[in-house]
C-alpha cells in the first residue's frame, strides 16, 4: 500500500505545479494537521484514496470550512484495507484552542479509545499532529510531545508513527525519520510517501 503523508505545509509540487499523475498508485493519503482544508479538498477531488486527517494546533478554521470528501480520524481507529489507523490530532495545550491539550487530556482521550484498542487488537499506524515527547520534538511548549504517545508505541508496537507540528524549515535538524524500538517514525511535514506492507499480505 503506497501511503501519501501530507502536514503543515502545503506542497507546491502537489497544488501550484499539479498534474493528476502525481497521485497515481497512491492508495491512501493522510494528513497529520495544519493544512487549508481547501488543499485537502483539493487533493479528494483529483483522488479515488481516502483522504484522512488530524487536526492540527492551527486548525479552528475546519469548524467553519470542513475538508470536503476528506474523512477525519480524530479519537477513532479507521480501517482501511486491514491496516487500523488510529488518530490523536492537536498539541500540547500553550494557549486556549480546540486542539490543544494537557498531557493529561490526552491520556484521557487514549483511555476513552481502549474498548476500540481491545476489539481492534491494536493498530498498525499512529497519526498525530504533535510528535512523541523527546522524539523529534522541540523543548519549548508549543513544540513538546507527549509522553502518551510513547507508552502507546511501547505498548502496542505500531509499524508506523507518523506526526507533523515540528517543521523541518525550523533549522532545528528535525528528523524525516526516525525508529522507536519496533516503530518506523515519519515526521510528515510537507509531503512524503512510504510503502506499507502487511506482516502476511494472505490474510
Not at 20 to 49: H, M, N, Q, V, W
Not at 127 to 147: C, E, I, M, W
Not at 186 to 191: L, P, T
Not at 192 to 197: D, N, S
Request: glycine share 8%; hydrophobic share 35%.
Amino acid at each position: 500500500m503506497k501511503i501519501l503523508a501530507i502536514a503543515d505545509e502545503e506542497s507546491k509540487y502537489l497544488w501550484d505545479y499539479f498534474e493528476k499523475s502525481k497521485l497515481e498508485g497512491i492508495d491512501l493519503i493522510i494528513s497529520c494537521g495544519d493544512l487549508d482544508p481547501r488543499y485537502l479538498s483539493f487533493l479528494a477531488t483529483f483522488t479515488s484514496a481516502p483522504v484522512l486527517y488530524v487536526h492540527g494546533n492551527h486548525d479552528d478554521k475546519y469548524e467553519k470550512i470542513p475538508p470536503d470528501g476528506c474523512i477525519c480520524i480524530d479519537d477513532k481507529i479507521y480501517v482501511h484495507e486491514g491496516v487500523r489507523i488510529l488518530g490523536l490530532g492537536g498539541s500540547m495545550r500553550y494557549k486556549p484552542g480546540n486542539y490543544q491539550f494537557t498531557e493529561g487530556e490526552m491520556r484521557r482521550r487514549i483511555w476513552k479509545l481502549w474498548p476500540k484498542l481491545i476489539f481492534r487488537g491494536g493498530f498498525d499506524i499512529l497519526v498525530t499532529h504533535a510528535p512523541a515527547y523527546s522524539l523529534n520534538d522541540g523543548r519549548d511548549l508549543p513544540h513538546q510531545g507527549f509522553k502518551a504517545f510513547i507508552k502507546l508505541l511501547e505498548k502496542y508496537h505500531p509499524k508506523y508513527f507518523l506526526h507533523g507540528h515540528v517543521h523541518m524549515s525550523y533549522g532545528r535538524k528535525h528528523k524525516r525519520y526516525d525508529k522507536y524500538q519496533d516503530t518506523n517514525i515519519i515526521n510528515a511535514f510537507e509531503r512524503c510517501v512510504f510503502e506499507f506492507e502487511a506482516d502476511d499480505p494472505e490474510e
